[in-house]
């Protein structure tokens, strides 16, 4: 079986952090901070208990975790 890596289109688009815009301007109309939680996954549901309990989904999603 032989496994490709993808698109040359794709590549680029990675190598290139262009899959990085949507998230970019989601902080650029307020959608989303530079630093704070990441959005779950629809599937995480032990993770979205958790930050209901600390109350960690009270913030904006972030584009990066805080250190």
């Given at each position: 079986m032989v496994v490709t890596n993808g698109t040359s289109a794709g590549k680029f688009i990675r190598a290139h952090s262009l899959d990085e815009l949507p998230q970019i301007w989601?902080?650029?109309?307020?959608?989303m901070s530079v630093i704070g939680p990441r959005p779950g996954l629809w599937n995480q549901d032990l993770l979205t208990a958790e930050?209901?309990?600390y109350g960690a989904n009270d913030v904006r999603p972030g584009l990066m975790m805080e250190a």
């Open positions: 989601d902080i650029f109309i307020g959608n930050r209901d309990k």
